[in-house]
């Protein structure tokens, strides 16, 4: 009941997220990667995580706030505080791969996922989401974060990361990317950058 309240809630007050735009960023805007173990790079040697690559080809400070093995209940309690010391004019979100990998409530990864978009829209920072799939098969992102996304109405990615890792050459193991999917990631999200108008 909880989950449809604010479901219902965000449709009322935010559009589809097919339609997102986003405001152009400052030349020296920061923007806060925020996850865990996809935003933090595992799988691949330091400098070479999606974050990192990001920064250089978009020329803005990409903060890399990714934690390995974390599950979105921690990254709600975290956000917050990142967002109030980085003030960031983006929030990349790619969260809650190991609720999945663990067989989570989907309930509680929709809660906390909307909640984190919540945190950001209240200090005037937009978002950007990327899907992640459910372990095993890698065809699409679960189904949770289309659901967020376009309740909540912010720009949302739904496959790059199961394409990346539906590809056997970008990646480093069965559930992360390697050097060469964190560029392709990189490059996918500065593609999508460009086409929303923020760079």
Partial sequence: MKKCLLIVLFLISAGCSEDAALTPLDSNATVLAFGDSLTAGYGASAGNSYPAQLSSLISRQVINAGISGEESNEGRQRLAGLLDRHNPELLILC?????????????????????????????????????????????????VYAEVAEATGVAFIPDLISDVLSSPSMKSGAVHPNATGYSEMALVIQQELQKLGAV
Avoid: C, W, Y
């Fill in 95 to 143: 969260h809650g791969g190991n609720d999945l990998l663990r067989k989570k409530p989907v309930t509680q990864l929709e809660n906390n996922l909307v909640a984190m978009v919540t945190m950001a829209k209240d200090r005037g920072i937009e978002v950007l989401m990327l899907g992640v799939p459910a372990p095993g098969i890698f065809l699409s992102s679960e189904a």
